[in-house]
């Protein structure tokens, strides 16, 4: 039983380049959730999808980013432009559903980003 | 101000000896979770508590629920090195909107041998 997969674990960008950052939720998990932690910093919440619908996307920058959830294949998280304040390990987690019992978070291994 | 607060935010021991993590908020939780992250990877859920009050042990771990559903803390028995890593407690307000969790700051916990 595969738990929440991330790639790639690594990715160097120059500024003014794009990231597209990929997460495969746990088997029988349908629902999404994108976090980012600066380095010294805690972990923030960015953007919660299902299939094909962003929930909430409070967390997240209002310019440059992006992130969805297709009906096939894993969710996308998208920079672009890249700048070095984008450095940060993003995770992704995934949870069965929202309601109470169901929506416990699994967490991936994380994409660190690194912007030269 | 964050809405979790974690403390110590730092706990070197040696092995052997008990230490105790806080995670404390005005806020009311729905449910409160602790995760343990080690460098370079994802956190773990260690445990979920959901009733006010409630208590629950994973081997040398005890995790704790506080009444009003506002604290918790997580007692760890004769620490082990493997025991090593970053504590983080998260959980959804009752008032929040939505299923985003919101993190403490931490606990990096380091027993030494």
């Known amino acids: 039983n595969a738990g929440v997969m991330q790639n790639p674990r690594h990715l160097v960008r120059r500024r003014g380049q794009e990231a597209r950052l990929r997460c495969s939720p746990m088997k029988g998990h349908s629902h999404v959730y994108w976090y980012r932690q600066l380095p010294e910093e805690g972990l923030k919440f960015m953007v919660y999808l299902q299939k094909e619908n962003i929930i909430d996307e409070s967390g997240m920058p209002k310019e440059r980013f992006s992130a969805e959830f297709p009906k096939e294949g894993p969710s996308i998280l998208r920079i672009q432009q890249v700048v070095r304040g984008d450095s940060a390990a993003y995770f992704c987690a995934s949870s069965p559903g929202s309601r109470q019992g169901a929506y416990e978070q699994y967490f991936g291994p994380g994409t660190r980003l690194t912007v030269t | 101000t964050q809405l979790l607060e974690q403390s110590p935010q730092f706990l070197s021991i040696q092995e052997g000896e008990n230490l105790t993590v806080y995670c404390n908020s005005s806020s009311v939780f729905s449910s409160l979770q602790w995760y343990r992250q080690e460098p370079g990877e994802g956190p773990v859920l260690l445990v979920t508590v959901v009733t006010g009050g409630e208590v629950k042990k994973l081997k040398r771990l005890t995790f704790q629920f506080g009444d009003a559903r506002k604290d918790s803390s997580l007692h760890i028995t004769a620490a082990q090195p493997g025991d090593t890593g970053l504590y983080l407690c998260?959980?959804?307000?009752?008032?929040?909107?939505?299923?985003?969790?919101?993190f403490g700051g931490g606990t990096r916990v380091l027993v030494k041998p």
């Open positions: 998260a959980g959804v307000p009752v008032k929040a909107a939505g299923n985003k969790l919101t």
